[in-house]
């Protein structure tokens, strides 16, 4: 079984994600001992959200294009509004989540972050959580959504806001540790 101190991680975000959406899951994991790197659309530095305003920059290690699924274990979407909604119109960020999913590995997105899912058109028939505003998105695309602090099915695990980021955390350390999991098609 694969152990999270060997994992690596692929965080895709652009400017506007949610702070600590993105900022405690890369700590975090990166304190249990997976490597985990940032990919942003032009591969620069990014600005988060924070309350009303702009907040902290996060470094950036690659180009969401360069990213190579085949060297992760687990993809993380941060929320916000601002983030998801600009990813979810980028071909190479659905072409990332698909493989991810093709390739049956574990794929984290939490607030606002689904709505990157629904675009991949990976999220029919599964268990699925997020932001409230976006639940009527998740059920029109097919998902059965639920109102907890983490839904996990076959290895797409949502979470709906920051109060559930240890939740969203133990559970992507999980997914990991199972290995592989049989995707529903992406």
């Given at each position: 079984m694969p152990k999270?101190?060997?994992?690596?991680v692929l965080i895709i975000s652009t400017n506007g994600f949610?702070?600590?959406?993105?900022?405690?899951?890369?700590?975090?994991?990166?304190?249990?001992g997976a490597e985990v790197h940032?990919?942003?659309?032009?591969?620069?530095?990014?600005?988060?959200?924070?309350?009303?305003?702009?907040?902290?920059?996060a470094e950036a290690d690659l180009k969401i294009a360069d990213a190579d699924?085949?060297?992760?274990?687990a993809l993380v979407i941060p929320g916000g509004q601002i983030n998801p909604d600009l990813l979810r119109v980028e071909d190479s960020v659905i072409?990332?989540?698909?493989?991810?999913?093709?390739?049956?590995?574990a794929i984290a997105a939490i607030c606002h972050g689904p709505w990157v899912l629904i675009e991949a058109d990976i999220v029919a028939g599964r268990e699925m959580t997020g932001y409230p505003s976006i639940?009527?998105?998740?059920?029109?695309?097919?998902a059965r959504v639920m109102d907890e602090?983490?839904?996990?099915?076959?290895?797409?695990?949502t979470s709906r806001n920051p109060d559930d980021l240890k939740a969203f955390v133990s559970k992507i350390v999980e997914e990991i540790e199972e290995g592989r999991h049989n995707q529903k098609a992406a």
């Open positions: 999270i101190t060997d994992a690596k949610e702070q600590s959406e993105l900022e405690f899951p890369r700590d975090q994991l990166r304190a249990k940032v990919a942003s659309l032009d591969g620069k530095s990014i600005k988060g959200w924070e309350g009303s305003d702009w907040g902290r920059e699924p085949t060297q992760y274990d072409a990332l989540v698909r493989a991810f999913a093709k390739q049956g590995k639940r009527t998105d998740l059920k029109n695309a097919g602090p983490v839904a996990c099915d076959s290895a797409i695990i």
